[in-house]
Structures are given as C-alpha cells and as structure tokens.
C-alpha cells in the first residue's frame, strides 16, 4: 500500500522552515532503516534540519522513531530503579569507571552502554578494553544476565539498539551536520532509553574540549536533554561542567584506568572526585537510596572509604573477563616504548590549557582514532604534571608523553607546548560545575 507520505515533501516543508508532523518524521525514519529511502535524501532532510532547528515535539519525534528503530531493552525483571549516567564527551574524562561501581554497590541497577572515542575525546569502551581480556561486545541475554548479577553491566551499543541512530550518525559526521543541538540530543536519548533506564543523570561539557564551546550552548544542549527525558516520563537531571582544561592528571586509555583505580583507592584528583561524587550522589537520589542530592554524595563518598565501590569494580571486570590482576596491581602493565617531556618555555602560572589540541595530541600519539576504523594503543598518553592556576618555572616539566610511535613525538610536542599558555598573574579560579538543569529549567549551581 502506497503511502500518503512523500521524502520530497518532507524534505521540502523543513527546508521552509515549517514544522513536521510526528508521523512524518516516523515515516522517514523507518523508511530510511528499512533501505527505501537513498542516503542522499536523508543528507538534505539533515541539513534542513541542522538549518531550521527542530522544535521540541519535532525532537521528541524523532528521538522516538530512532528509539523504536530496533529493540528495547527490558529490564523489568530486575528489581530497583535502573540508572544510567551520559557525558557528552571530553578530554580525560574518565568518570564512568569510578561512578558506575560506586552506585552500583549500593544496590542501584547500572545498565551502561558506552560507546568508542573518535576525535579529540576519549571513549569508555577503549578505556575499558585496556584492561586485558576484558569484553564489552555481548548480546542482549548475556548484558542482562550480567546486570541481574552485578546491577552493573558496561556493554558497547549492540546491533539491536537503536540502529537508525547509528546510520545517522554516519551521514552527520560526513554532511557537517554534527553539530545540530536537536541532532545530538536525539542521538544520545535514543541510545540511553532503549537501554531500559528509569532514570538518567547528564554530564553535558562546556569548553575547549567539549563539543559545547559555551556555557550558553551547554545550557540549551542540557535543556534539549532533558526536555526529551521528560517527555519520555523519564526522571532526567543534567549539570554543564568545565571542559577548558582535562580532567584529572592522566589522558589515553590504560593511564586512564590507572587514575580511577586511584579514584576508588580515594586518591583521585580532587576536580575529578568532585564531579564524580555529585553525578553518582545525584544517581543514588534518583535511584531511591536518597533523600537529597547532598545525602547521596555522602554515600558516594562512603562507598569509596569502605571499599565496596572498588569490590564492585573488581567484581564486574572478572565478570567481564578482565585480568584483576592488572587493576590489583597496575604497576604491572607493561609502559609505552618512548616517553617524552613537555617544559615549560617560561616562568609564571598556567593559565590556560587547549584541552582540545591537548587531545589531537593524544590522538597523534595512538591513543584515540582519526577515523571509526582506527587502531588505538592502550599505552599512549599524556600525563599532567601541573594544571590551570599552577606556578611554574621556566625548564620544568609541565607534561610527559608516552607512545609508541617515535614518527608522532615531535608533532604532538609541538601541539603540546602550543596547547599550554604561561602568564605573569596567577588566573581566577572557575567553578567546576556552573549550572544544574532539570524538568523546571536551568539555574545556577548550588547544592
């Protein structure tokens, strides 16, 4: 039967700026998984789209149809509050691993599904598969027979989730239309709902190495977020935090994991147990555990000091098929082949840190991916040996490199001494965490 729905017209109302019907957007969403639709209309569709915005039914819409472009998770057999965390991307961020174990050893079901870095950010699945033998590719039985025993299971995106999203996103990377705030928030929604999640907590990034240079842009990406979580009955808190330099001391995969090993140890670097306590505090809330936000991050903190977060750690990447070992013993891992410092040009305080040439740099070295096919290197790296507001004297070492790829050191070395400016005065501290966003809109951060 022939449909009264038309791509051309589809295409063409958007293109004038007139809103879609939800039936139309459905209509060009399964057409397109089902290969009726050619890739060339599709890339119009998006860049009318990316053009003339998408109001925030037109957002929902198409979450939803990409949403039901294959499978829904059902997690209704396991018991409690499922909870999951998103963060839009950055340079060393690293806080999955930590808040994941945390929340989950308090009885709070975590069905995390992560997905690969591509660009300057660093993905939660390269850090994962750093540890050897540990598998993050399962099917849908297996990820939930893991969370039923664990309430945590840290999976890569199956083909069954949100297949539309996947083809989509392909275009966008290839159309310039990535950077679409409608786009992005149906991307990311569509992926974290079919997951199965009662509710969800979003680390939207704003800065130099953040997809949201601003903080206004952050602010509307989060509203965009949370919005769509609304909709979907879904209990959606979001916070916008700074992106202008990396988190926590070490950047690439292995040194990564090494840092949040020190994390559950409660030896974290105080920027990134601070948002990891207020993101997992605000999952223990939502997952009924606690009262308030605030008492949540004192049991965060408190599953830290016991040690039941790093058990749950150990737990899950036996589980997983990840060598324990290597995490009771880090020390073990085997180094890069070339290490490399960075120093300083003059004395003065750090003021600023390019986070993302900081993570082209890293890329360059063979610790993230140009392209979705790329190789990365567990050993590659970068670590901090001072960060925004620190006094340095001229010679000393401000980062080390490692790699194993003597053909990238002097470049990334350049990129680095590029990525670092050093200044008389001492800059003005900045708040870590700027604004909280949730189903009444956005405020200033305040806990």
């Known amino acids: 039967m022939e449909s009264k729905y038309n791509i ?4 063409r109302k958007k293109r004038d700026g007139e809103t879609l019907l939800n039936d139309e957007i459905k209509y060009l969403i399964d057409q397109y998984t089902a290969d009726e639709i050619p890739d060339y209309q599709v890339s119009a569709f998006l860049m009318a789209c990316f053009l003339n915005g998408l109001n925030d039914e037109e957002s929902a819409a ?13 997690l ?4 409690g509050k499922k909870v999951d965390k998103h963060s839009t991307g950055g340079v060393g961020d690293k806080l999955s691993l930590i808040l994941a174990p945390i929340v989950a050893s308090v009885g709070i079901p975590v069905p995390m599904i992560s997905g690969r870095g591509l660009g300057h950010t660093g993905g939660t699945l390269d850090k994962l598969e750093s540890i050897p ?31 539309a999203d996947k083809r989509l996103y392909a275009l966008r990377d290839v159309t310039a239309t990535v950077e679409s ?8 929604m569509s992926k974290k709902l079919a997951e199965g999640i009662d509710a969800l907590v979003l680390d939207v990034k704003a800065g130099s190495g953040a997809f949201m240079k601003t903080t206004k842009d952050a602010i509307k990406l989060g509203e965009a977020l949370v919005g769509i ?15 202008n330099q990396p988190l926590g001391y070490k950047i690439g995969n292995w040194l990564e994991v090494e840092e949040c090993i020190d994390a559950m140890h409660g030896e974290g670097p105080d920027d990134i147990m601070e948002i990891t306590h207020l993101l997992a505090g605000t999952m223990i809330y939502l997952g009924d555990k606690a009262k308030t936000v605030k008492e949540g991050i004192e049991i965060s903190k408190q599953q830290i000091e016991n040690g039941e977060a790093f058990q749950k750690w150990l737990d899950i990447v036996k589980e997983q098929g990840g ?9 073990k891992y085997p180094q890069a082949q070339y290490e ?3 120093k300083a040009d003059s004395s003065g305080y750090l003021s600023e840190m390019n986070s993302y040439e900081i993570g082209m740099a890293s890329v360059e070295m063979g610790a993230g991916r140009k392209k979705k096919e790329d190789d990365v290197d567990p050993q590659a790296g970068i670590v901090l040996k001072k960060k925004i507001g620190d006094k340095v004297e001229k010679g000393e070492t401000i980062m080390v490199g490692y790699t194993n790829k003597s053909s990238a050191i002097d470049a990334a070395s350049d990129q680095l001494i590029g990525a670092v400016t050093i200044a008389e005065t001492k800059p003005e501290s900045v708040n870590l965490i700027s604004h909280t966003i949730d189903k009444d809109g956005s405020r200033a951060f305040e806990l």
């Open 229 to 243: 979580g609304t909709q979907f009955e879904k209990e959606t808190i979001a916070y916008v935090t700074n992106m």
């Open 8 to 11: 051309v017209s589809i295409i």
């Open 76 to 79: 209704s057999d396991v018991s």
């Open 181 to 188: 705030i409608p786009l992005i928030a149906g991307s990311i």
């Open 340 to 342: 490399f410092v960075i």
């Open 323 to 331: 060598d324990t070992e290597m995490i009771e013993s880090p020390k």
């Open 62 to 74: 198409l979450t939803k149809a990409m949403l039901h472009s294959g499978e829904i998770v059902d």
């Open 133 to 163: 033998g540990f598998t993050v590719d399962m099917d849908l039985p297996r990820y939930k027979e893991i969370i039923n025993k664990h309430d945590l299971v840290l999976a890569g995106q199956t083909a069954e989730i949100a297949p």
